[in-house]
């Protein structure tokens, strides 16, 4: 047991005894089956390594060309039996091929980036027709909210939306050409949101589950945060799309829908955080604060 | 050498070829003695533990109470031997007694929560007389800015500054009553900024080097990232106060101004960034994105 200056700074079991409005817990313990959506094995995947898996949602609507050369990248096996080649403190970690001479089989090498895409919010068939704005400010982009269960953000003069550099976050790394990324090197956001990224490169998608496994590698000491011997390199096992992968084996998961109004409600009581401990309200959530919840299946 | 694809998504060295403005970098080059300040080694503690030193800096204009207690406590030697007791993975890692038993020797059990101060910006002798302003819109607060090189935010209504949550930044972990901490467990911010946080809870101070030992701790599997087992706390050889600690043995850093034109220019360069790689120019920035470099005496 932790007493008063142990436990700290995150809501306490009396809190709710005080709270006027549902605590996050409140909403997820009474959260319906419609609040929650099954992520699709045909656009998950699994980054295993020694010390676990990583889960990751791919995003095809918002990157169909280079969510399409990652899983064909991931089914011919060209992830497996590589590396994380870089670990930037409070910035990314990324994996793919030390040496880039690995053999691609069916995928392209090179790949249009699909920094952002055009609205179509009028077509119900488009995922992005979801989203639901956030009504705080964002001083990266006129509008902030989610799409799909992803941060997402969107112009209205230009008519784009794209996903945005959030904690969790997937992109495919890519050199001074806009087409030189192809997914064979991806990496995820293990910092401060770099919200100078967004629009500037593809994000994919995003981990769902396990981002402590790559939060807490050891950081590379090479520039970048390169690793600059092999040895400090944490092998990845293999990377598979979860539809290929035995039922059995496979780690089900579901995310908080938010497009909901349990998740206008979780937003509201992350802004306002209620209870005994909080003296101040914010009274605001930046984007990459709002939690998305995850839970698994059982 | 890595090529195009392993490169990736950061300065490269011939981006600052097409560059019309000064990179960062080219800024930090051409820096005089005059943009940097010599940490003070009677404010600056030694956090040691088996991987290498963490230097935090304390910040007695914004929390003099804490700091004092926090001082008292390091000089009766109450942190040597304790351990990290906590990491919450996008959070904070924490340290202290994880059975809080512990004797206080001179130290205070309780000290005020001083979660924001008086602006007092007409006292020249107030290092908060030096806050720099960014123009930049933020949600959470009034003005953002810097002020004596920590990220810092004013409300000129009620006339109060206080440090922000952003990654670094030190507080002063407590229960629900606010003057309930005492700095016998500290916290530093190691994911996306909390800055609801803001306002709550005492900051006092910021890691000035070797943040990624924090960051990349294992996280703990406990509630709210707390350590379950003993034998999973990485332990503290000790924390001193640099002052304390004899010449030879200590690191001697430099941390860049924030009231200077250089870090004007800094800023600049990191709002909307140049060279090659960027396609699009965020034209902001978020606080807690700022940069804010640390050199090394010779």
Known sequence: ????????????????????????????????????RLLNPE????????????????APEFAPKNVANIKALVKEGYFDGLAMIRSHDNYVAQWGDPGEKREFKNAAKEVEGE??????????????????????????APQVGHANSFAAARDPKTQTTWLTHCY?????????????????????????????????????????QGIELLSSLPRGTGALGFYEKAEERTPIKSVRLASDVPEGERTKLEVFRTDTANFKALVEAQR??????????????ELCNVPIPVRVVK
Do not use: C
Request: net charge positive; glycine share 8%; proline share 2%.
């Open 168 to 208: 969790g976050a997937i992109g495919v790394a890519r050199g001074n050409e806009t087409n030189s990324g192809n997914g064979s090197s991806l990496y995820a956001v293990t910092g401060h949101a770099p919200r100078n990224l967004d629009r500037n490169i593809t994000v994919v998608g995003r981990v769902r």
């Open 115 to 140: 920094f952002t895409v055009k609205l179509n919010k009028h077509d119900k068939q488009d995922k992005q027709a979801t989203f639901t704005q956030l009504p705080d400010v964002d001083g990266y």
């Open 1 to 36: 047991m932790l007493s008063t200056s142990g436990v700290v700074f995150a809501q306490t079991k009396n809190a709710s005894a005080k709270a006027s409005k549902p605590s996050m817990s409140d909403i997820l313990k009474a959260s319906q089956a419609s609040d929650w």
């Open 43 to 58: 656009n998950t995947l699994y980054l295993d390594m020694e010390k676990g898996r990583v889960v990751i949602e791919l």
């Open 272 to 285: 306002n955080r209620e209870g005994e401990w909080y003296k101040f309200a914010a009274n605001h959530i």
